[in-house]
């Protein structure tokens, strides 16, 4: 997953700016989830 997509889909979360403050390390484990959760979705629609 590229940065960019990374940093969207953190935005549209809203986690983005702890990992501003804090760095990729920083997110709970279950924004890490929901962030691939959200990767796969946005790439289903993708193929459709």
Same mark, same amino acid.
């Given at each position: 997953?590229?940065?960019?997509?990374?940093?969207?889909? !953190? +935005?549209?979360? $809203?986690?983005?700016?702890?990992?501003?403050q804090e760095?990729?390390?920083?997110?709970? !484990? +279950?924004?890490? $989830?929901?962030?691939?959760?959200?990767?796969?979705?946005?790439?289903?629609?993708?193929?459709?």
């Open positions: 997953m590229s940065d960019q997509l990374k940093e969207e889909i !953190a +935005k549209e979360l $809203g986690f983005y700016d702890t990992i501003q760095g990729w390390g920083g997110i709970r !484990a +279950k924004d890490a $989830g929901n962030m691939v959760k959200r990767a796969i979705e946005k790439a289903e629609q993708q193929m459709k």
